[in-house]
């Protein structure tokens, strides 16, 4: 029994049924694999050619190591080549259908089709319990099974029929559930400079994201409420908390404005006509608040003009929340690694018992990770339930 038709899901019901198991795959919306179907702009995102552990966040950084080498990036590559779909890399290492997001679904349907795997729709679990079998309450009836395997998803985008099932039935087994928040998030800022970024939503700006001792680099996003583009993203994976928290962005990653002003220093050019050569015109007017953007470069000391080169390679924005699971495109938490085997997925305490994808303490980076932890940890839990 594998409850949940995502990626994961899908994953696991087709490589058990391939093996000859009997499968029944449940899924409690209308619709399968929603998030394969909107993600990359529809094109699906499927995996990223530098796929590693590196790439993950977890509480146990090995955890990750097992399923990723038994079920690599190459090994999916390898199955969407083999059903003749035209793929792309876009950039540092993400790889896109050329076409609909439709064809890796029907991809992952026609491999549980293989594997003669029952599918419900529309069909919940209401109860759970283990005797010699596993015996589930269903909206479709009792049915009873010898292992089961939970690939329900995290608590992002509820509209798509996220819940917290997953993360009950591991409590109601006695398994460890790690405190879950938003990852992969727009950020709020707080409301003096969630003024201003109002003034510049819209805009986009390569720049480079600080938080501590990590750093993306990417584009990022002015939203009406504070920041958000894949660098954002990416950084907010990463956040302790979103209140009271500091990012620095250096917003021109490419330039040394400091060297750029001293082999300017005797123009007769504002400081603010000359940034204008790098941002977009709404941008400098926005940040040209001080008095010494108005100002001739010619006119102003190195000091101060060092002063504002720092303000912009050095940026520093508080966080003041984020825009929560409604906009996050995962789950960071969830079941603890600690009580799952690394190459099976399975329950330390629950033989037969196995948390799959999201639901599970592992979060890949932006850019098609998670996808490949789905169809990783998905591999390891079909081959061996």
Not at 84 to 94: F, N, P, R, S, V
Request: glycine residues 10%; neutral net charge.
């Amino acid at each position: 029994m594998v409850i949940g038709a995502g990626a994961a899901g899908l994953m696991a019901a087709a490589t058990a049924g391939r093996r000859g198991r009997r499968v029944v795959l449940i899924e409690h919306t209308a619709k399968i694999a929603e998030k394969i179907r909107i993600s990359g702009g529809g094109r699906c995102n499927f995996t990223n050619l530098r796929a590693s552990p590196q790439n993950y966040i977890s509480r146990n950084k090995h955890f990750i190591k097992s399923a990723l080498a038994g079920y690599s990036q190459h090994d999916f590559i390898k199955l969407v080549e083999s059903y003749d779909i035209a793929y792309h890399e876009k950039t540092l290492g993400q790889l896109f259908c050329d076409g609909s997001s439709k064809k890796i679904i029907n991809m992952l349907l026609e491999e549980c089709q293989k594997g003669q795997v029952e599918i419900l729709l529309e069909c919940s679990v209401t109860h759970i319990e283990k005797q010699d079998d596993f015996i589930l309450e269903t909206t479709a009836g009792v049915l009873q099974a010898k292992s089961v395997i939970i690939a329900t998803g995290g608590l992002s985008i509820p509209p798509m029929g996220a819940t917290d099932f997953g993360y009950q039935i591991a409590r109601q087994f006695g398994l460890k559930v790690l405190a879950t928040k938003p990852a992969l998030v727009p950020l709020k800022v707080e409301a003096l400079t969630r003024e201003m970024f109002t003034k510049l939503s819209g805009i986009s700006q390569t720049a480079i994201v600080s938080y501590h001792d990590v750093m993306f680099r990417e584009n990022i996003l002015f939203t009406h409420r504070g920041l958000s583009g894949p660098a954002i993203l990416q950084i907010s994976s990463y956040l302790e908390k979103f209140h009271q928290e500091e990012i620095v962005l250096n917003l021109l990653p490419d330039i040394d404005l400091k060297k750029e002003f001293m082999g300017h220093k005797n123009r007769i050019q504002t400081v603010a006509n000359f940034l204008k050569g790098y941002f977009p015109n709404r941008f400098v007017e926005e940040m040209a608040i001080a008095p010494d953007y108005g100002k001739r470069i010619t006119d102003l000391k190195k000091t101060a003009l060092f002063e504002i080169a720092d303000h912009i390679h050095h940026f520093k924005v508080k966080i003041d929340g984020s825009e929560g699971y409604q906009k996050a495109e995962v789950t960071e938490g969830g079941v603890d690694t600690d009580e799952l085997s690394s190459k099976t997925m399975m329950s330390h305490k629950v033989p037969g018992l196995f948390f799959i994808g999201e639901v599970v303490d592992v979060t890949g980076w932006l850019g098609g990770y998670n996808f490949q932890w789905a169809w990783s940890s998905g591999y390891a839990a079909g081959l061996y339930c």
